[in-house]
């Protein structure tokens, strides 16, 4: 059996989180979730199961976290895995070298927009996992971490329901990239910068 490569990284000319100060998020996401639509699920009478097309997401959202009585946002993206449920973001989106541990009450909204909830409303994380680059050294070069999804739903993961992000470790230069996410400030054209929208 041949061993595995090392992960290589390549700076891509992504800014690092060493440039970017945390935000604290000033929305009171229990309000955002009090004015959510009642998730409407309709069923199929003759296998006695909600009809699980009916609901299609997308693949990127909000995630909310707290961490000593304060509450962030971050943005993070279910993956195309086999498991269906797996979620990948920053490391400093899950954990905290602050107070040297990871975040808690941490919730995703797929296609969260606007101060709105998206239509599975929010997905509680079951296990989350970042390098041991940034958890022992803090490396801005390997400030990424995955997240396992609590969902099922008819037995279906939530990749079924938002699609799925391909992704990969080595990415070639050149590559046109779309890029979306809620950022909160900076000057992304076309975008409110707010933390709360979605923007591309």
């Given at each position: 059996m041949k061993k595995a490569k090392s992960l290589i990284t390549k700076n891509i000319g992504f800014k690092t989180r060493s440039s970017v100060?945390?935000?604290?998020n000033t929305t009171d996401s229990s309000k955002v979730m009090k004015s959510m639509q009642p998730f409407e699920r309709k069923y199929d009478a003759n296998k006695g199961v909600a009809n699980v097309d009916q609901i299609k997401a997308i693949a990127i959202g909000i995630l909310f976290m707290s961490k000593n009585d304060d509450d962030f946002t971050y943005t993070a993206s279910?993956?195309?895995t086999d498991d269906g449920n797996i979620g990948f973001t920053a490391a400093h989106c899950l954990?905290?070298?602050k107070t040297q541990s990871y975040f808690d009450n941490v919730m995703f909204s797929p296609e969260y927009d606007n101060g709105q909830l998206g239509p599975l409303g929010v997905v509680p994380i079951a296990k989350m996992v970042v390098t041991n680059e940034?958890?022992?050294?803090?490396d801005n070069e390997f400030d990424w971490g995955m997240m396992?999804?609590?969902f099922n739903m008819d037995g279906h993961p939530l990749k079924y329901f938002t699609g799925a992000l391909g992704w990969q470790f080595q990415a070639e230069n050149n590559v046109p990239t779309t890029f979306r996410g809620y950022p909160d400030g900076g000057e992304l054209?076309?975008?409110p910068n707010d933390g709360l929208t979605?923007?591309?």
């Open positions: 100060e945390t935000i604290k279910v993956i195309n954990y905290d070298h940034f958890l022992n050294n803090n396992l999804f609590n054209a076309n975008c979605l923007c591309t």
